[in-house]
C-alpha cells in the first residue's frame, strides 16, 4: 500500500543513515513496485501538473503528470534525483555541455522509462523528458535537495543555449499542455 508518510520516512532514514542515492532508487523502486497502489492513494492523473507532496530543504517529491506526446525542454536540477513511474511511459534524453563555454549543448544519451522503472539521476545531468504516448503518464520524482530553489538553468529547445530556468515559462508549458489536452479529448 502507498503511503505518503512511509515514503518521506523512508527517504529521510537513507538521507540520516547514509546519504546514498542508489538507497533512495530502492525506495523509489519499491514504491512504484505496487503502481495500483500509487494510483489508488494519488487518484489517476487528470491534467498535467507539477504536484508537490514534500518540500523541505534537503527533500522535494514530486507527482509528477505528463500531458500526452509532451516534452519539457533540457534542463538541470543541480542535485540529485530518482524518477520512479507508475503509470505511462517517459522518454529522457540526456545531454552534455559543448563548446568553449559549455553554455550550448548536444544529446549525449537515452533512457526510455516504463512503469515499474526506477531511474537515478546524477546531480550534475541535464535532461529533456517526453511523454511519447498518447494518455497521461505519472512519476515520482525525489530530489535531493530544495528543488524550487533558484538558480537552475534551462536550455532554449531550438538554440540549446542556456538560460536561467524559468518557473513561470515551465508554469505555461505544463498549462498549454493541458489546454492541448482538453481539445484533444473533446476532438
Ligand atoms: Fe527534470
Known amino acids: 500500500m502507498f503511503n505518503l508518510d512511509q515514503l518521506v520516512a523512508d ?12 538507497f533512495i532508487r530502492e525506495v523509489v523502486a519499491r514504491t512504484v513496485s ?5 494510483l489508488a492513494a494519488l487518484g ?7 504536484q508537490t507532496l514534500y518540500h523541505a530543504p534537503d ?20 542535485m540529485w534525483a530518482v524518477i520512479g513511474i507508475y503509470t505511462g511511459r517517459e522518454d529522457n ?5 559543448v563548446g568553449p563555454r559549455g553554455q550550448k549543448i548536444e544529446a549525449a544519451g537515452a533512457r526510455a522509462l516504463s512503469v515499474k522503472d526506477a ?13 511519447p504516448i498518447p494518455r497521461l ?7 535531493g535537495g530544495d ?28 498549462a498549454d499542455a493541458n489546454a492541448a489536452l482538453t481539445r484533444h479529448q473533446r476532438g
Open 59 to 78: 527533500l522535494t517529491i514530486l507527482n509528477v503528470i505528463w500531458a500526452p506526446w509532451m516534452t519539457l525542454l533540457p534542463h538541470n536540477h543541480q
Open 11 to 22: 527517504c529521510r532514514a537513507v538521507l540520516r543513515e547514509d546519504r546514498s542515492q542508489g
Open 93 to 97: 534524453i540526456f545531454w552534455r555541455r
Open 147 to 174: 528543488f524550487f530553489a533558484p538558480g537552475r538553468s534551462e536550455w532554449d529547445p531550438e538554440t540549446l543555449i542556456e538560460q536561467p530556468c524559468d518557473p513561470a515559462k515551465i508554469a505555461r508549458q505544463f
Open 119 to 131: 531511474e537515478p539521476l546524477g546531480s550534475d545531468i541535464i535532461h529533456s523528458v517526453t511523454n
Open 44 to 50: 489517476d492523473p487528470k491534467s498535467a501538473e507539477l
Open 34 to 38: 505496487e503502481p495500483g497502489a500509487v
Open 137 to 143: 503518464t505519472g512519476a515520482i520524482h525525489v530530489y
